[in-house]
């Protein structure tokens, strides 16, 4: 289970899957510099390593694996791993080096492993599709495996990130999950226009939003985009990632396949 540390309880939910799929659950905690571009927040990012180790070992894990930067990229390292497809739209539009780092850390890890389960969140949609695709592409004897999004009472996605958010901020990015959730009811009442169902979640989010750099329907196993005017299928991604408070929150649900985020929720319009 590859994570970047500040561990919460999704993390505790993935480790207690993997438990069940392995006698063996091995934890690695490592920031990794690669997946971060230019002015992200790599050197503020939060590293609670002792309190992640403790996490860990209570909620499963048969080992943590932290490596240092020089053990996971000796001098004179250069190969770097990409998913060009998979990658390209949503986040790799915003993050266009993002996707890179993540596919080459994971390859790596998943080298040391040799044969495993590995278990990623549905959080990170496009990370897990990413994923997904290179294990297969590149024939290694990984089963990856998706776990959905485990979420605050009041709806919001448990995220490392959401640590950056003050009390008002924390109270706006409540509208994200408000914004799926009448997408998704309108997605069960039989909207299926995806300009349509992307509008409602940023009409509800945009108001609360310091900036949005997307709010997209995609196919949910290439990660690709559709056009507005586009009619999907039984089964579609919608995909957000915007900043509130300073933070980047991301945010998904697979319309046709997920549960809504807040289950009847019901829009107040005063």
Sequence with gaps: MPTMGALHEGHAKLIREAATRATFVVVTVFVNPTQFGPNEDLAKYPRTLEADVALAFERGASLVFAPSNDAMYPDGDETRVRVPGTSHDLCGVFRPTHFEGVATIVT????????????????????????????KDLFLPVDVVGIPTVREPDGLALSSRNRYLDANAR????????????????????????GALAHLVRSRVEPVAASIDYVSVADPTTAQAFDDD?????RALLALALRIGGARLIDNVVLGEDPAPIANFIEDRR
């Design 230 to 234: 586009a009619q999907v299928g039984p």
């Design 171 to 194: 109270a706006s990015a409540r509208r994200i999950p408000e914004g799926l959730s009448l997408a998704w009811q309108a997605f069960d009442r039989g909207e299926r226009r995806a």
């Design 108 to 135: 790596k890890l998943f080298a040391l492993a040799g044969p495993c389960v590995a278990c990623f969140g549905k959080k990170d949609y496009q990370q897990l599709r990413v994923i997904s695709r290179l294990a």
